[in-house]
Nanobody, 124 residues
């Protein structure tokens, strides 16, 4: 059974940085496209970033985080990261890690496995 566990959430001031981690177990991490999504209260889940399994240089970002967030992966540790810089109050959300056995994408339905999420709160 594939399990994804996010960590690194918490409270941060606007303009600050935070790094989220997602550890994957029970599957073949190196063959998964990995993604990050977020959901703020009262809003739909939003695509944040994705990184392919065939090339760590192949990354995709949602428009609202481009230039501020960076996704990366460490196949030796079965972990994907989300480095978040220049955080804004509107980045406040529960952040979810997701894995896909194929090419992933920007929609919830593109992913096969999900973590339970970690809360990130950005204070103004």
């Amino acid at each position: 059974q594939v399990q994804l566990v996010e960590s690194g959430g918490g409270l941060v001031q606007a303009g600050g940085s935070q790094r989220l981690s997602c550890a994957v177990s029970g599957g073949t991490f190196s063959s998964y496209t990995m993604g990050w999504f977020r959901q703020a209260p009262g809003k739909e889940r939003e695509f944040v970033a994705a990184i392919s399994w065939w090339s760590a240089a192949l990354t995709y970002y949602g428009d609202s985080v481009k230039g501020r967030f960076t996704i990366s992966r460490d196949n030796a540790k079965n972990t994907v990261y989300l480095q978040m810089n220049s955080l804004k109050p509107e980045d406040t959300a529960v952040y979810y890690c997701a894995a896909d056995r194929a090419v992933g994408g920007g929609r919830d339905s593109d992913y096969d496995y999900w973590g339970r999420g970690t809360q990130v709160t950005v204070s103004s």
